[in-house]
Nanobody, 128 residues
Framework: VQLVESGGGSVQPGDSLRLSCAAS?????IGWFRQAPGKEREGISC????????YYANSVKGRFTISRDNAKNTVSLRMDTLTPEDTAVYYC?????????????????????????WGQGTQVTVSS
């Protein structure tokens, strides 16, 4: 499956952004990752295509909201109350087998190897 992200940009602390991930082809789950300079890639959220089950990492819980539109084959990530610590390149990733299980991921975390298809990434910069 091919993925194309959009919606990144530069904003001020406290602002909001919405990222979108357009998928061509079948997927079972889509996840969002981010990577800041000098840091490891962090899995922050995922959603299942079938039942809409979601997962959020503690770093974004309560501020970010993931949603899907199966008719358009897109997944969005609404990011509110952004802080400079959210500055990173954001990637969406898809997999035909991975299941976004919130209970499991709260203890095992979401990792890059859970997904086989990746978008090109979009930069999000939060700065005053």
């Amino acid at each position: 499956v091919q993925l194309v992200e959009s919606g990144g940009g530069s904003v001020q602390p406290g602002d909001s952004l919405r990222l979108s991930c357009a998928a061509s082809g079948f997927y079972n789950a889509i996840g969002w990752f981010r990577q800041a300079p000098g840091k490891e890639r962090e899995g922050i959220s995922c959603i299942n295509r079938s039942d809409g089950t979601t997962y959020y990492a503690n770093s974004v819980k309560g501020r970010f909201t993931i949603s899907r539109d199966n008719a358009k084959n897109t997944v969005s990530l609404r990011m509110d109350t952004l802080t400079p610590e959210d500055t990173a390149v954001y990637y969406c990733a898809a997999d035909s087998m991975f299941y976004c299980d919130n209970d499991y991921l709260q203890t095992h975390k979401m990792v890059s190897t859970d997904f086989t298809s990746w978008g090109q990434g979009t930069q999000v910069t939060v700065s005053s």
